[in-house]
């Protein structure tokens, strides 16, 4: 019988094959995607959120663990489990030399990212990189890993994990780790989640998924069935919006539009809905997916004027491009009057003081609601260009319960030999909101803790203690 079963294709899941092997157990890792597509969510990301306390090789000054602490208590309003916060911010401090022997490369944060350079320790290559070195490191040590095996249901007893099914065959180890994603891939639960709304619209059939189709939450599912202790709410999401044209699954980071500091935002009635300034954008930007879902249609559209061009990190498609606005209006399909309107009014209401994206600087609206509070300018110089956006679903915040040694738990105990890691217990972290790179911090910490701990329960103890 195997040792350690890892179910998951992704960055927890590696991981913890990576640190089950290394304690001296025979692992099985089981992917639902194809080789090809290999990877989950991770395959996507570009960094990592780094705690340390003096400049590092690619990472400039410090950010200390109170830092770090603060910043996660601010976006998740306190929806955090202090301990395990700590520990996963303690662990980003020095998993990186383990990731550089398993072939990780980091590089300093890229341009036009702002803000990142102290905090965010970028991988050279991107997540597609540091998927594929796992993988190859994985297999030099011995791990067997298996494409095209998505587990539909485990067998448990008293809490203790017997077997997996793919499909009708059965497949024992002596612990396994649970690493397979959220459900936003799963559109029907997705619906389920956010429901109708008084427009009657299923506002989650406009959703587009940012990364895997392979995360369709089914073992998140059956633990729910099978009474394991659940942690979040299943409308919580992390969702961004992206452009109207990206593909339904996988089109990835360069769908996102960071253009909307700098322009306006208006509904398909060619209203304004928000602050489009309201705070520095890698701070706002995972917020305007669930405002543009509450618009109807579950539509937004970004106006900019050619003073916005070159500021932001350049889309993969290209904006709708007009000589003026009413030209811009109609090859967007926006009401025209009210289009012009809602800029002719935005434009008289910019006070423009000392432009500087790089500030929260002193250019705001005045007597407007809802106000701009800094880069406003008026939106006036030819040419003009538009973006239609619709809300673009990270990943879902929906897990389990867990404690330090990633053990699942049912009716609040932890089982012996069923641990969880990533985004499927993400939510013991961060409960709702985000900061960028906490995903893969949470992912790479306890993906580790989990693949030590499923070692340790499969009879290798005393490697625990060496890994520990
Ligand atoms: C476009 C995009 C950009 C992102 N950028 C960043 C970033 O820069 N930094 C950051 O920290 N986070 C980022 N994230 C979030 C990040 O991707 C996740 O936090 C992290 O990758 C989660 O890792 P994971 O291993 O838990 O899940 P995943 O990487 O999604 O892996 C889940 C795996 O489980 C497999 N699976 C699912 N169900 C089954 C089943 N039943 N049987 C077998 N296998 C199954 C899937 O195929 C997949 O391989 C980004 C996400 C996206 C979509």
Not at 29 to 38: G, T
Not at 96 to 108: A, I, N
């Amino acid at each position: 019988m195997i040792d350690v079963l890892v179910i998951g294709g992704g960055n927890a899941a590696l991981c913890a094959a990576l640190m089950a092997r290394e304690a001296g157990a025979s692992v099985l890792l089981l992917e639902s995607a194809p080789r090809e597509w290999r990877g989950g969510n991770s395959q996507h990301t570009r960094n990592l959120r780094c705690m340390h306390d003096a400049p590092q090789d690619v990472l400039l000054d410090a950010y200390p663990e109170e830092e770090f602490w603060q910043d996660l208590l601010k976006v998740t309003g306190g929806a955090t489990d202090e301990k395990l916060a700590r520990l996963t911010i303690r662990a980003s401090s020095t998993c990186r030399p383990w990731m550089r022997r398993h072939g990780v490369r980091f590089q300093p944060s890229l341009a036009g990212t702002l803000h990142l350079s102290r905090t965010n320790a970028f991988f050279m290559g991107g997540g597609k990189a540091l998927v594929n070195a796992y993988y190859r490191s994985a297999e030099t040590l011995g791990v067997q890993v298996r494409y095209d095996a998505p587990v539909d249901r485990l067998e448990l007893r008293d809490g203790r994990f017997l077997a997996a099914y793919v499909g009708n065959e059965r497949i024992e180890a002596k612990a396994c780790v649970l690493a397979c994603g959220g459900f936003e891939s799963n559109r029907e639960w997705m619906r389920e989640a956010w429901g109708q709304n008084e427009r009657g619209e299923w506002p989650a059939d406009n959703f587009l998924i940012r990364g895997t189709r392979f995360n369709q939450g089914t073992l998140l599912k059956f633990m729910m069935g099978q009474g394991a202790d659940i942690i979040g709410d299943p409308s919580q999401s992390h969702c961004v919006a992206i452009d109207a044209r990206a593909p339904l699954y996988d089109g990835g980071i360069v769908t996102r539009v960071d253009a909307v500091s700098l322009g306006v935002m208006v509904n398909r009635d060619g209203v304004r809905f928000y602050d489009e300034g309201e705070d520095f954008w890698p701070k706002r930007y995972a917020i305007w997916g669930r405002l543009v879902a509450l618009q109807p249609g579950q539509i937004g559209y970004c106006i900019i004027d050619s003073k916005a061009v070159g500021r932001f990190m350049p889309p993969v498609f290209p904006g709708v491009r007009a000589d003026s606005l009413p030209e811009l209006a109609r090859a967007m399909g926006l009401p025209e009057a009210a289009f012009l309107k809602t800029l002719a009014d935005f434009n008289a209401a910019c006070r423009v003081g000392h432009f500087d994206h790089t500030v929260l600087d002193d250019c705001h609206t005045e007597g407007l609601a809802p106000m701009k509070s800094h880069w406003a300018r008026p939106i006036a110089t030819p040419p003009f260009l538009g973006y239609a956006l619709r809300p673009g679903i990270t990943f879902t915040y929906l897990g389990l319960k867990t404690n330090e040694h990633a053990a699942v738990h049912f009716g609040g105990q932890p089982s012996d030999n069923l641990f969880v890691a990533g985004e499927m217990m993400a939510g013991n972290v961060l409960g709702k909101g985000y900061t960028a790179g906490v995903g893969m911090s949470i992912g790479t910490a306890f993906g580790r803790i989990a693949g030590t701990s499923a070692a340790a329960a499969a009879g290798l103890r005393e490697v625990r203690h060496a890994a520990a």
